[in-house]
Every structure is written in structure tokens, then in C-alpha cells.
């Protein structure tokens, strides 16, 4: 069957006094299998039913048509889900929930067709600034649902107090945009799901005093550019007569080195011998283990 095949026989012979729902509902399936360049106006009025000047008169241009076929994509899909779980769910849940729907979708679509709002930021955005700027829009909203859950998460004490709702609601939103882009070559749960699992993580409340790991980062990132350095000037001084941001340098330079700054033999990395018999080698002073645990 030839892509537009599907599409051109939705609404074939149709009066010309048709119903506007589902004329929109055609033009949304011949733009969605086809693209937008690729569907023709000719086509668009075979599946929908009208002729080209009803057509025009109904809907107006390509563009205009296009962009009425996403808004009626969006309320049916991302906007029903929203309201669906603003009402029913707990904010944590309704994340989750949320990316659940979306891989079961993603793994379920046999035509691999995708997500029309993902394709629509693929396939027209770039060339077609008014469609851009609903797209933009669009995944604002989105990004705005996920800031509104994860701050009432934190609100309910179901998500870490200090949790960046801003950083995490937009990295959500592109582990969102990545599952819909894998799907279409590959929709292999596993992929998706892992795809999923470590901004979900974000969520999850911190155990035995263990950082987030988005937290980590900023911090690590907010060193390198300067931004870190912590502000020592209202600090309670330390009775030893050492600025509390110098212990925390000296703490952060070796795991393994006990008070009194010399090297332990002993911990983490006991002395002994590797397979031949050779001793281990002990680490200087001054040299820093290169483990990172995350």
C-alpha cells in the first residue's frame, strides 16, 4: 500500500456537507503518514471530502489546516492526559503514570507512526515559524505539567526538598521527546524504560544522606565555572582557627586519608598483594583516587 493509500480513501465520495470533526480527524491521519511537504492539497480534499475551494473556505490554507489538525492531535492525547491526571492521581504517581502511557504507546504502535507533535518539531518547525511557535508552545505546556507535579511532590514531601523543579521538569521533558524519536526505529521496552528510569530517579527521596545526582552535577558544574564557591563570610568560625571551606577542600581531596593527612594503609584500599606476589602499590600523598561513585 502506498503511504498516502490510507489516508485518500478515509473520506472518499463524502457530501459536501461534511462534519467538521471528522474531516479534521482525516487531514491529522494523511499529515501524519505522509509529513506535511508531502501531503498535497488535492489529497487532503480526497480524504476529507470537499472540493479544494470548499476546502479553503472551511479551513483556509495547508499551514492553517496543518495547524488545526495538531491542535485537535494535542486535545485528544498530551492535554487529555494532563487533565486526566490532575484529578485522579497523587503528583508522584501521576509522573510516573505518565511515562508509562507513553512507553505502552510508543511500544504499541505497530505503524511506528509516532508522536505527531514530536514529528510536526522535526518535519516543519525549522521551516515554518507560526507551526514553530505552536510547537514551542506546546512543549512548554508539557514542561509546565511536569514543573506543577514535581513541586507538589516536594510540597508533599513524596520527592527530595531540594529538588531543582525546574532543571528536572526539562529533563523530563527530554527523556519524553527521546522515547518518541527511539520508537520510531526502535520500540523495545527495555530502551524505552531505561530511557525513563533515571529522571524518574530525580523523584525518588534521598537515602542515608546521598545526594541527587542532577544536584552533584550543578554543584560539580558550579565549581568549574566559579559559581560554587561557597560564601564563607557569615560561616560560624571553626574553634581550630581553619575556615570551614578549607575542611571541606581538604575532606573532598581523598577518600582515604585519615585525620592528620597522611595516607592510611589500611583504608579503603588495604596493603597487600596483587596475584604474583607482587606488592600494591601505595598512593603518595598528594595523589588523588580516581573512583567516583554515582
Known sequence: MQ????????????????????????????????????????EL????????????????????????????????????????????????HAIHQFFGEIVDHSVNDRDRKGC??????????????????????????????????I??????????????????ARLMLGALLGIRV??????????LE???????????????GARPLLSFFAATLGRRSGEGTPDTSTQAPDPSGRSIAGRGRRAERSNCEPPGGRPSLEAPFPLGSQPGGRPRRVAKQHEIPAVLVL
Request: hydrophobic share 40%; charged share 25%.
Open 182 to 191: 527511539l520508537a520510531r526505529s526502535a520500540p523495545n521496552r527495555p530502551l
Open 151 to 168: 513541586l507538589a511532590a516536594r510540597s508533599d514531601r513524596t520527592a527530595p526538598r531540594g529538588i531543582n523543579a525546574n532543571d528536572v
Open 116 to 149: 505527531f507533535l514530536v514529528n510536526c518539531a522535526l518535519d516543519v518547525a525549522p521551516h515554518q515559524s507560526e507551526l514553530g511557535a505552536l510547537i514551542a508552545a506546546q512543549f512548554a505546556e508539557i514542561e509546565a505539567f511536569f514543573r506543577r507535579y
Open 45 to 92: 480534499a480526497a480524504s476529507m471530502g470537499p472540493t479544494a475551494p470548499s476546502l479553503y473556505n472551511a479551513f483556509g490554507d495547508k499551514q492553517a489546516l496543518y495547524a488545526l489538525a495538531l491542535e485537535r492531535y494535542l486535545d485528544r492525547t498530551t492535554r487529555d492526559r494532563s487533565r486526566r491526571y490532575e484529578t485522579s492521581l497523587p503528583p508522584k
Open 3 to 42: 503511504p498516502g493509500a490510507r489516508c485518500a480513501g478515509l473520506w472518499m465520495g463524502r457530501p459536501r456537507g461534511f462534519n467538521e470533526t471528522a474531516a479534521l480527524e482525516a487531514a491529522l491521519e494523511c499529515f501524519w503518514q505522509r509529513g506535511y511537504k508531502a501531503t498535497s492539497m488535492r
Open 194 to 208: 531505561g530511557v525513563v528510569r533515571p529522571a524518574l530517579a530525580m523523584l525518588d527521596l534521598p537515602r542515608n
